[in-house]
């Protein structure tokens, strides 16, 4: 069954940092590209994070210099690695993949960001 399963939330404070983790299972595979998207209480989801086919990246001007998404093919598992945390990342983390054209969300890790 696909399915993917976000891992990695937490509470940190103003300046730290987690590792957020995405694993694919069933038919769903990282080396299709992968999206991080984010959303906070009372706005709409938002793209954070993309990593496609090629391995090429591309970050929300927001993140950008602080995130990094990766992957590891072998573990069939994408990765966002969160430095220098703000209060305003604070929101639901969910991770994006993709098969045969349809879309496949996991459940979300919820990070916190405390000032």
């Known amino acids: 069954q696909e399915q993917l399963t976000e891992s990695g939330g937490g509470l940190v404070q103003t300046g730290g940092s987690l590792r957020l983790s995405c694993a694919a299972s069933?038919?769903?595979?990282?080396?299709?590209?992968m999206e991080w998207y984010r959303q906070a209480p009372g706005k709409q989801r938002e793209l954070v994070a993309t990593i496609t086919s090629a391995g090429r990246t591309a970050y929300a001007d927001f993140v950008k210099g602080r995130f990094t998404i990766s992957r590891d093919n072998a573990k069939n598992t994408v990765y966002l690695q969160m430095n220098s945390l703000k209060p305003e990342d604070t929101a639901i983390y969910y991770c994006?993949?993709?098969?045969?054209?349809?879309?496949?969300w996991g459940q979300g890790t919820q990070v916190t960001v405390s000032s």
């Open positions: 994006k993949g993709y098969l045969y054209g349809s879309d496949y």
């Open positions: 069933g038919r769903i595979s990282s080396n299709n590209g």
